[in-house]
């Protein structure tokens, strides 16, 4: 079995390293010469696999993304062509709500905000929107949810998007759709836009072409700038640079790149190859992992937002990503040269709090 795959994609050799000749490369100059000769394709969120991609594909009968999203992937085609696939829906979901804990606790500093007197909107309430509201309401704001395909099944417990774009704070986090009923790309347009008040803040952990970057940008550049958090941006890897200055955090599409979830993004493709081939699935996502560099602390007083911004940072700093991503910007290549060489990052979950009040757990840490 010949087996391509992305050059990022970690664990790959131990995984299928004994079963299947592996060829790997970078995710966004795959050609179709490459799969001539291939029976597995595994990739990331770069890759589009279209006709084009499997133009001279014939062999191939397995195609993997290891990624929640699957907007690159074009599953038509590859059910028409007996293809099978897989993708990993919720792999990262937690290093996604571990990304908007680190840029709320930001926000809050940087508007010296009290975050439990806030309103925060989902929008988007799936895997990675569950674990961004159970964080939020971990640090005791208040939360609202926008969900129209859920809100069908459960009116009461979610709010319409106008509601939503009242709050706060509004997180994003809907995959990126062109049709059906609620279709997201450019779903923050500008009308939206231009609707919102200067107080507010946005994030963005999703899709960038879920929001209208020029009417952003346009917006940032009047005298009532919103706050914003961008960790994707619209056409991608060609960003629209002028709007990083008007953003109070930037980072290169890493809000999902714990170490965990990328080894539960492979695990998963691992699982369904294992399937497909009647192979027994031997080892856990878990035993891929070294053990994190700090496993616990002990707390002798109450989790305020101070301390809990302290702890967060022991874990992850997302403003470290923030000025690595402003110090490179402009160079030529590099928002894939941040993501290739992002260092370890570890989830919040890697770090114990001993004598910590249950909301530590909320917030993602392990108790
Ligand atoms: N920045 C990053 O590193 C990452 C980005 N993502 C992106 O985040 C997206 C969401 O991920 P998950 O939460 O795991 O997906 P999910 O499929 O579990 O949840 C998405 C939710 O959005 C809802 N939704 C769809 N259209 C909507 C609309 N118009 N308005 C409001 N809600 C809508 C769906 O009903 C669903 O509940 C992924 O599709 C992916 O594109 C995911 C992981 C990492
Ligand atoms: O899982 C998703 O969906 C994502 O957006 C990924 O975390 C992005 O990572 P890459 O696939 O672009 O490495």
């Known amino acids: 079995m010949k087996l391509l795959a992305d050059e990022n994609m970690p664990y790959v050799q131990e995984l299928f390293g004994d079963w299947a000749e592996i060829v790997t490369c970078a995710g966004r100059n795959m050609t179709p010469e490459q799969l001539r000769d291939v029976d597995v394709l595994l990739v990331r969120s770069i890759t589009q696999v279209n006709e084009d991609l499997l133009a001279e594909a014939s062999r191939l009968r397995f195609v993997g993304t290891a990624t929640i999203g699957c907007d690159h992937i074009d599953t038509d085609l590859l059910a028409r062509r007996g293809i099978g696939f897989a993708s990993a829906p919720g792999c990262n979901k937690v290093a996604v709500g571990d990304y908007v804990l680190a840029a709320l606790l930001k926000v809050g500093e940087h508007k010296n905000w009290q975050l439990k007197d806030k309103t925060l909107a989902v929008v988007g309430v799936g895997n990675t929107g569950s674990e961004v509201a159970q964080r939020a309401r971990a640090l005791g704001m208040t939360v609202l949810l926008c969900d129209p395909f859920k809100g069908e099944h459960d009116p009461t417990a979610f709010v319409e998007l106008a509601h939503a774009l009242t709050a706060d704070i509004v997180s994003f986090h809907v995959p ?190 392990k108790i």
Request: glycine share 8%; proline share 7%; aromatic share 6%.
């Open 176 to 365: 990126l759709t062109h049709e059906g009923p609620h279709p997201t790309w450019h779903l923050l347009d500008q009308s939206i836009i231009d609707g919102l008040n200067g107080a507010q803040v946005l994030i963005n952990a999703c899709r960038g072409d879920v929001w209208d970057n020029a009417a952003l940008l346009q917006r940032q550049q009047g005298t009532d700038p919103l706050t914003l958090v961008m960790d994707v941006w619209e056409h991608e890897p060609a960003l629209l640079a002028p709007l990083v200055p008007h953003t109070l955090l930037a980072t290169p599409h890493i809000a999902g790149y714990s170490l965990e979830g990328k080894a539960r993004g492979t695990f998963a493709l691992y699982r369904a190859l294992c399937e497909l081939n009647g192979r027994q699935v031997s080892l856990t996502p878990e035993q891929l992992l070294p053990l994190p560099p700090i496993g616990a602390v002990h707390l002798h007083s109450e989790l305020e937002q101070a301390l809990i911004a302290r702890l967060v940072q022991l874990v992850y700093n997302i403003e470290h990503d923030d000025a690595a991503f402003r110090l490179a910007l402009g160079q030529p290549g590099f928002f894939d040269r941040l993501r290739k060489y992002y260092p370890q990052r570890r989830e919040l979950g890697s770090l114990q709090l001993i004598n910590a009040a249950s909301t530590a757990h909320g917030l993602g840490f």
